[in-house]
């Protein structure tokens, strides 16, 4: 087995935060927005440089600096990266682990193990444990601010893409929803998936009255964070009433959310946040319960650097393509991998995830 060369340190840490407008203003049913922000890790050791980042408030960049930097340089990579992934989280202890404190760890940890595969000359999926040559995707966007027309043609150029599953989002008024959702329809046409994501915004009763609408009159197959992810008695209580799959766990940082959602039999499907969970140890983590639970994983978000790890696990579904991160990726990296047949395929002649920070 090829190994990192016996002596192999991280010599320096480097991070910093991106603020990129959105296109134009953007909401769901419970947020809205015009900028999305990404905190970038680099990594350093030998003549390699390992890249991670995570989507969240640039108060990240400082937590990384104070608190995770100086524990990462120094770091033996021949090390498993496993054992310092427990190692830096229990550093987060008083500063709180789920949420920001795990966010920041995720671009690190995402960082340290492209790092490790740049050095081994490798690609990532390969030294995590390729077991698929590409990971299916859905569009996603969809955004309640957007007129008719913008909704449709959006939807409609994914299609045209190739890309065979889409995903908007309802729930902010529902009175208008009926229309975006016949808008989405004809503009997808009868083949193409349709999913749905509520961001939490229904109460109980009116989410199942909802899904059975959904599947009745628009053949929407998936239905994403009905009501709060907090509530999980509410999305056990949706997924049993539910003629479509019920989803959530993109607001699941450490391993006992995830824990505490398979537990309660809340879920068809576990979604995984890499840029939230702890990067991907967490992931392949929280993946591995989802397993032991009989369930499938889809990915959320930050399609460039989830590619590769969604290649690894056996039970994948899906990993969501997001308008504003696409977007962000494409605007702050070279290397960047575009759908082919609806799906993202890691690029095996690169090391590491590929990824490199334009000057």
């Given at each position: 087995m090829v190994s990192v060369a016996t002596g192999t340190t991280v010599e320096k840490?480097?991070?910093?935060?991106?603020?990129i407008p959105t296109d134009e203003p953007e909401s769901d049913a419970t947020l809205e927005w015009d900028s999305t922000t990404i905190v970038v890790v680099r990594v350093h050791a030998g003549n390699a440089v390992g890249l991670g980042y995570t989507y969240t408030h640039d108060a990240a960049a400082r937590?990384?600096?104070?608190?995770?930097?100086?524990?990462?340089?120094?770091?033996?990579?021949?090390?498993?990266?496993?054992r310092a992934w427990h190692e830096l989280g229990a550093s987060l202890r008083n500063v709180g682990r789920p949420g920001m404190g795990f966010m920041a760890l995720s671009a690190v940890d995402i960082a340290l193990w492209d790092l490790k595969a740049r050095l081994l000359e490798q690609p990532l999926v390969d030294v995590l444990g390729g077991v698929r040559d590409d990971a299916a995707i859905y569009g996603s966007g969809g955004f309640t601010s957007y007129s008719l027309e913008r909704l449709a043609d959006q939807l409609a150029g994914w299609v045209a893409q190739g890309i065979p599953r889409v995903k908007i989002k309802v729930g902010r008024s529902p009175d208008d929803d009926p229309a975006r959702l016949d808008a989405a329809r004809v503009a997808i046409g009868e083949d193409t998936e349709l999913f749905?994501?509520?961001?939490?915004?229904?109460?109980?009763?009116?989410?199942?009255?909802?899904?059975?609408?959904?599947?009745?009159?628009?053949?929407?197959?998936?239905?994403?964070?009905?009501?709060?992810?907090?509530?999980?008695?509410?999305?056990?209580?949706?997924?049993?009433?539910?003629?479509?799959?019920?989803?959530?766990?993109?607001?699941?940082?450490?391993?006992?959310?995830?824990?505490?959602?398979?537990?309660?039999?809340?879920?068809?499907?576990?979604?995984?946040?890499?840029?939230?969970?702890?990067?991907?140890?967490?992931?392949?983590?929280?993946?591995?319960?989802?397993?032991?639970?009989?369930?499938?994983?889809?990915a959320h978000c930050a399609p460039q650097v989830s590619a590769h790890v969604c290649c690894a696990v056996p039970h994948?579904?899906?990993?969501?393509?997001?308008?504003?991160?696409?977007?962000?990726?494409?605007?702050?990296?070279?290397?960047?991998?575009?759908?082919?047949?609806?799906?993202?395929?890691?690029?095996?002649?690169?090391?590491?995830?590929?990824?490199?920070?334009?000057?």
């Open positions: 840490l480097e991070v910093s935060a991106h603020t937590l990384i600096e104070d608190k995770l930097a100086p524990a990462v340089r120094g770091l033996d990579l021949e090390r498993d990266l496993s749905v994501d509520a961001n939490g915004a229904f109460d109980r009763d009116d989410a199942v009255a909802w899904a059975q609408r959904y599947a009745d009159e628009w053949s929407a197959n998936w239905f994403e964070e009905p009501v709060s992810s907090a509530d999980l008695a509410g999305l056990r209580h949706v997924r049993e009433s539910s003629p479509i799959d019920v989803a959530a766990g993109e607001y699941a940082y450490v391993p006992a959310d995830f824990r505490n959602l398979l537990e309660a039999d809340a879920v068809d499907c576990l979604q995984i946040d890499v840029t939230r969970c702890g990067g991907y140890t967490g992931f392949l983590h929280a993946a591995a319960l989802a397993e032991q639970h009989g369930l499938q994983v889809s994948f579904r899906h990993l969501e393509y997001f308008h504003d991160h696409v977007r962000v990726e494409q605007i702050l990296f070279d290397g960047v991998l575009e759908p082919v047949s609806g799906a993202l395929r890691p690029d095996r002649s690169r090391p590491g995830h590929g990824l490199e920070l334009k000057a």
